[in-house]
């Protein structure tokens, strides 16, 4: 059956630690044997670009990448044919898309084609891997199955990156912590939903007494590719969730920081907090392609 990862949801508890246990297993180098992946960016993209071209040629194969204007998802022509086009060269296609749904139609429309979520507006399930990953090291030695208890909070405009991190979360027995104001928080219901999963998250608005004890704190841009006409608005209601240094010291004594990157030094984060001892996301960075090399095994692995 082909295999496909567009959110952790979907994905449960036991494939979830299949592909954390693969991501850091020995990298077998002929997995993608000259074999094309298509890696295709409606967004901008460093970090995922990088992790996903780099872990597909050290699987063996070679990545090609196409741009959101070259393919015109929907524009140029319908994503269900581009999907149908892509499954005739590919037998995986990552993408990242402005909206989720598109995934799901690509998913439909070829059944024979393994799609990757590189992120969509609901999730970004690679994104999620790497901080499992990171806040395992940090906290847990390593281990995946070890982050039982800690308080993981996070602070700001709940996104994609909230969604997929809290399912991850959610099925590893952590406990999630989400700040927000009205209006920014996590809401129930569509793909991604850490609030259909067990316990769940616990939804707050007061970023101080969220903080206390924190084990790991979390944030993320307060505009997302997309929302760029709602930057004035979102800043002005975001100011109260920025992650500083006031915010860190209310935190347990070995609280990390991590933050998906890209940052906005000043507005979510402070430079202080960013570039200080409790940050964590260079290695969060380092572990995106971890992730990935994860992923893209699983992936075959259904094939
Ligand atoms: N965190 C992340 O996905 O970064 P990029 O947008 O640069 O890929
Ligand atoms: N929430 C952000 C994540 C970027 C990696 C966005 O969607 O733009």
Redo the contacts with the bound molecule.
């Keep these: 059956m082909t295999r496909h990862l567009l959110t952790l949801d979907a994905l449960g508890r036991d494939d979830l630690l299949e592909v954390l246990d693969l991501a850091t297993a020995p990298l077998d180098a002929t997995l993608y044997e000259d074999e094309p992946v298509a890696l295709v960016f409606e967004h901008?993209?460093?970090?995922?670009?990088a992790a996903a071209s780099v872990a597909v040629h050290q699987l063996g194969g070679w990545p090609v990448e196409f741009t959101g204007e070259e393919i015109g998802l929907d524009a140029r022509e319908s994503a269900e044919d581009v999907a149908r086009t892509l499954a005739q060269t590919f037998a995986v296609a990552a993408l990242r898309v402005r909206r989720h749904d598109v995934l799901e139609r690509i998913r439909a429309a070829s059944p024979g084609l393994s799609v990757l979520n590189l992120?969509s507006d609901a999730a970004?399930p690679t994104?999620a891997l790497a901080d499992v990953l990171t806040i395992a090291e940090a906290h847990a030695g390593g281990d995946v199955r070890g982050l039982a208890g800690l308080r993981v909070v996070y602070v700001g405009d709940a996104t994609n990156v909230t969604r997929s991190l809290a399912v991850a979360l959610a099925h590893l027995g952590a406990s999630v912590v989400v700040a927000a104001p009205p209006g920014y928080q996590l809401v129930p219901g569509g793909p991604e939903d850490a609030l259909a999963i067990g316990a769940g998250p616990s939804l707050v608005s007061d970023p101080r007494e969220a903080a206390r004890g924190a084990d790991v704190l979390y944030t993320d841009t307060w505009v997302s590719m997309g929302e760029e006409s709602e930057a004035a608005r979102r800043r002005a209601d975001l100011a109260g969730y920025r992650v500083d240094e006031a915010l860190v010291d209310l935190a347990g004594e070995g609280c990390v920081v991590l933050h998906?990157?890209?940052a906005h030094r000043g507005e979510e984060v402070t430079d202080g907090v960013l570039d200080g001892e409790r940050s964590w996301v260079w290695r969060q960075v380092f572990h995106r392609r971890t992730a990935m090399l994860g992923v893209l095994a699983w992936l075959k692995g259904g094939q």
């Design positions: 901008p993209s460093l970090r995922t670009r992120l970004h994104q998906c990157l890209p």
